[in-house]
């Protein structure tokens, strides 16, 4: 693993680099993404009750861990009370298409956004193109200060495969979408256990006939430690396949990233962020992976590979779907052909941005958080 020296050096430059070819100027790009659709509400766990409207909270993950084990060895029950700090639209799929919304791109969107669409996400989306194909997941995204714990019932997401999609959106309509976009985004893989499938059917029916498709494919696996190993294994083929008609750029977290690389029989605990996105991309087999930490993220291509430290924030707003934000970033930086350093730092700015105001930032507030990202690396 490179010294700090060396990392500080890059986070350093890439940052530089990044401030220099950032613009608060809105995007003309198109955005296509699909296909889940969640209603979120973000709880904090209650430690102590002091009086009515007074509590503490249980801070830590780790702590909450220990209460479970503690009831355990003790054979009884635990009971926890819990605060609802507000509801919003959450998947892969809204959390982008409202971050890069803010920014002047044109999100056309395809999910789980009920039938008819619920109240929750035709308010937030009117201006947008929008396709629901069923009904949305639930989640509540508990929040700790060293992590999160999401609490999910899936939605139609859950059950969508390839002749599913054809009978609630289409195919024909979906190739339309892509002709439209300069990128499309899929997330995310571990609630949909068919998009194997999905790839598979976009791959070999869709693309060839597409006469000008979008130049990149942006795809979300999200936690797929719950998948087995044979749906991981059809999984990387079809990722694989897409890949020979469009880049696929792939993004997931550090924990995640370590279990793509060890469903390969690899030992991952240890390495560095950029070993670890250089062995996911050997075994997932498509043109880019990125790999993203509160400490560091990393981004390896064919011919580029960047480390770039992150800017800590103090006292977070929030930090469900600080990943989708990082997401958000990477995605702008493929659209606007930066570099892998360049790229990875612009995706460390907008999740900083927007852990830091609990929103999903402007241009001019990424643009801010990049000049006090320079002045700290």
Wanted: charged share 25%.
């Amino acid at each position: 693993m490179p010294d700090r020296e060396t990392r500080t050096s890059e986070t350093s430059e890439a940052v530089r680099a990044c401030r220099e070819q950032f613009s608060t100027e809105p995007r003309d790009h198109t955005v296509l993404f699909g296909f889940d659709g969640i209603v979120d509400t973000v709880r904090e766990m209650i430690d102590e009750r002091e009086s009515r409207d007074s509590a503490s909270l249980v801070r830590e993950l780790d702590s909450l861990g220990r209460r479970i084990n503690d009831s355990v060895a003790s054979e009884t029950s635990l009971a926890i009370e819990w605060m609802d700090c507000g509801t919003r639209t959450g998947g892969h799929v809204c959390h982008l298409s409202r971050a890069m919304g803010r920014w002047g791109l044109d999100p056309l969107m395809v999910g789980t956004f009920g039938t008819p669409m619920q109240s929750e996400f035709e308010s937030v989306f009117a201006e947008y193109t929008t396709y629901s194909i069923g009904d949305p997941g639930t989640t509540d995204a508990v929040e700790f200060d060293d992590g999160k714990l999401l609490l999910t019932e899936a939605g139609d997401y859950r059950e969508l495969d390839w002749g599913t999609l054809d009978e609630r959106l289409g195919h024909d309509r979906l190739a339309g979408l892509l002709e439209q976009a300069d990128l499309f985004g899929v997330g995310y893989w571990s609630m949909i256990p068919d998009l194997p499938g999905i790839l598979h059917g976009l791959a070999e029916d869709v693309w060839p006939t597409l006469s000008d498709p979008p130049g990149h494919v942006f795809v979300d696996p999200a936690d797929i430690r719950q998948l087995p190993a044979s749906q991981l294994a059809a999984g990387f083929d079809a990722l694989e396949t897409l890949d020979r008609q469009v880049p696929v750029t792939l993004s997931a977290n550090r924990g995640e990233t370590e279990a793509l690389v060890a469903s390969s029989g690899a030992s991952a605990a240890g390495d560095s962020m950029l070993d670890l996105a250089t062995a996911a991309r050997d075994v997932v087999g498509v043109d880019t992976v990125v790999s993203h930490g509160a400490r560091a993220s990393a981004m390896v291509t064919g011919d580029d590979r960047a480390l770039v430290e992150t800017l800590h924030v103090d006292e977070p707003e929030i930090v469900t779907s600080s990943g989708d934000h990082f997401n958000a970033g990477v995605c702008l930086g493929l659209l606007e052909g930066f570099d892998a350093g360049t790229t990875t730092a612009l995706g460390n700015a907008v999740a900083g941005a927007f852990v830091r105001s609990g929103h999903s930032p402007t241009l001019g507030s990424v643009d801010r958080f990049l000049e006090e990202y320079a002045e700290h690396v």
